[in-house]
């Protein structure tokens, strides 16, 4: 592989206005007594729409990196996949002790190119393609992938990336959403004053990336809806990344930015591959973290 020299672009940490202020712990996660998700978390994708490849590479490189063997070189994107796992040693009988891994797994996957039930996808819709996502597996979260020019129940409405429940059957659904909800591509996209490139070189790509792992770690520390959150405007709630939203560097640190794409990353995952995860809630120190 070849090697690139990296240059660094300075950011410091970026609030912008929203519902709280998170840093250092202004508002904070609560346990709500529920179960979180915990063990192997095998996941089926459903790829709705002209998906591209390079958001397919995208995705399935932030998947196989999560888990501890999946990454070259340092801040590794695990790192960032262990604060969500850490969560498990603080629900009300968690005591604060070592957390068990969860070991990220694709175990299906199918495509839906022709948007077979059209360009919106509502909730009763995302009901009708679960066993397609899932291929019937049981204990199979399912992931929905929309290209651009699908609307994504709620994306648009303050929650890019959504999850939830069909039926106790977990799902995350997210989308492209440089055309349709261009505040969900923060930082790349509606970032006044910040110049941040995404690290794969496509917005959309990137952008799908930090809302699936937005997703991803609400659904396992927030499932049922009884697990991690903080109360918001109305019925709105807080979970593990959105309640620290629109930071760039918790840590006030140099972001790398990779010469080949002009991209900034704070987290390498398998083969090399560059990512710009969100911040999120740690647990175990009240405050927003990010790997750099």
């Known amino acids: 592989m070849a090697s690139f020299r990296i240059a660094c672009l300075v950011v410091l940490l970026v609030l912008v206005a929203g519902p709280v202020a998170v840093w250092g712990g202004t508002v904070a996660l609560t346990h709500r007594g529920g179960r979180l998700l915990t063990g192997n978390l095998n996941i089926g994708i459903l790829w709705y729409g002209a998906v591209t490849e390079k958001q397919k590479q995208a995705v399935h490189s932030f998947l196989n990196s999560l888990n ?41 996957e199918q495509y839906d190119p022709n948007y077979s039930l059209g360009k919106v996808l509502i909730k009763d819709f995302i009901k009708k393609l679960m066993p397609k996502a899932t291929g019937g597996k049981p204990n199979t979260l399912a992931l929905f992938v929309a290209s651009k020019g699908v609307t994504v129940q709620d994306m648009c409405a303050g929650s890019c990336a959504q999850h939830g429940l069909i039926e106790e059957q977990p799902y995350v659904a997210v989308g492209d959403p440089e055309e349709e909800c261009p505040e969900c591509a923060w930082p790349f996209l509606e970032a006044p004053g910040i110049s941040v490139k995404p690290p794969s070189g496509e917005v959309g790509a990137d952008a799908m990336v930090m809302l699936l792992a937005g997703g991803l770690a609400g659904a396992v520390t927030n499932p049922y809806g009884d697990g991690f959150y903080a109360d918001a405007r109305g019925d709105d709630i807080l979970e593990a990344t959105s309640v620290c939203s629109h930071i760039l560097s918790a840590q006030q640190a140099r ?38």
Do not use: M, R
């Not at 070189?73 to 005591?95: I, L, N």
């Not at 794409?261 to 405050?287: C, D, H, M, R």
């Open 255 to 292: 972001l790398p930015v990779d010469p080949a794409t002009g991209g900034a990353y704070n987290a390498k995952g398998v083969s090399g591959t560059k990512f710009f995860l969100p911040a999120i809630w740690n647990p175990k120190t009240s405050s927003c973290w990010t790997p750099l």
């Open 68 to 108: 501890p063997s999946g990454g070259d070189g340092e801040p590794q994107v695990s790192s960032w996949w262990h604060v969500v796992e850490s969560y498990q040693a603080y629900t009300k009988t968690g005591g604060g002790k070592g957390s068990p891994t969860i070991t990220v797994k694709v175990v299906n």
